[in-house]
């Protein structure tokens, strides 16, 4: 199993500029995430999906947008690239519920992005 | 509001001596609480929840309420453990907040 896969590794974008980062999970897990990793800040939720079909803002979602595409794919489309959003993005899953809280999360390899 | 604050930026340990990674919380439920380690060049990884109360790599972690505190102890710190530490409160669906972590160096 390859467990959370996400491409691109490397990106560097201009001002303005669009992309979308692919995350796909073999695990079969019905809970999908995008964090963004920036130094001495942590890690911090951009969005989430509890399950398929059903996507919600995390703690930093202005300029992301999210698709759910079925179960394995969870997608994070930057619209209009800003430098503020140069950062590492990881996707994570997890088999979470809304009472489960304590399932272990399975990150992805991460994308550093950059824009200029 | 749900916070995670862990003070120290950088923990610089010798080989063979204990470290303690302190961690803090606010949250208003029953928390459910992890840490989470990346070493060099690999991905973020569960370390220990503390629902298991179990020891990993020599790691333990215990939650105080009273204290709203769930520090990371080893008493024996190795080279392999540098890593890059995070302490994470789970919030509904599973979402994860983290603290900032803290930067762990093991010298010889």
């Known amino acids: 199993n390859a467990g959370v896969t996400q491409t691109p590794k490397f990106q560097v974008l201009k001002t303005g500029q669009s992309m979308t980062l692919q995350c796909a999970q073999d695990m079969n897990h019905n809970s999908m995430y995008w964090y963004r990793q920036d130094p001495g800040m942590g890690l911090r939720l951009i969005y989430y999906?509890?399950?398929?079909?059903?996507?919600d803002k995390g703690e930093v979602p202005n300029g992301y947008n999210v698709s759910r595409l079925n179960k394995r794919e969870f997608s994070l489309r930057l619209e209009s690239a800003a430098p503020s959003q140069t950062s590492v993005y990881f996707c994570a899953s997890s088999d979470s519920g809304s009472v489960t809280r304590f399932y272990e999360q399975y990150f992805g390899p991460g994308t550093r992005l950059t824009v200029t | 509001a749900q916070r995670v604050t862990q003070p120290e930026k950088l923990l610089s340990v010798f080989k063979g001596a204990p470290v303690e990674l302190k961690c803090n919380y606010s949250y208003s439920g029953s928390p459910e609480l992890f840490w989470y380690v990346q070493y060099s060049r690999q991905r973020l990884q569960l370390l220990l929840r503390?629902?298991s109360r179990e020891s990993i790599k020599g790691f333990t972690a215990d939650l105080n309420k009273g204290e709203t505190s769930f520090h990371l102890k080893k008493p024996f710190a190795q080279e392999e453990d540098s890593a890059m530490y995070y302490c994470?409160?789970?919030?509904?669906?599973?979402?994860?907040?983290f603290g900032a972590g803290t930067q762990v160096v093991v010298t010889p």
């Open positions: 994470a409160l789970s919030g509904s669906w599973g979402k994860l907040q």
């Open positions: 503390h629902i």
């Open positions: 999906s509890a399950s398929e079909g059903t996507t």
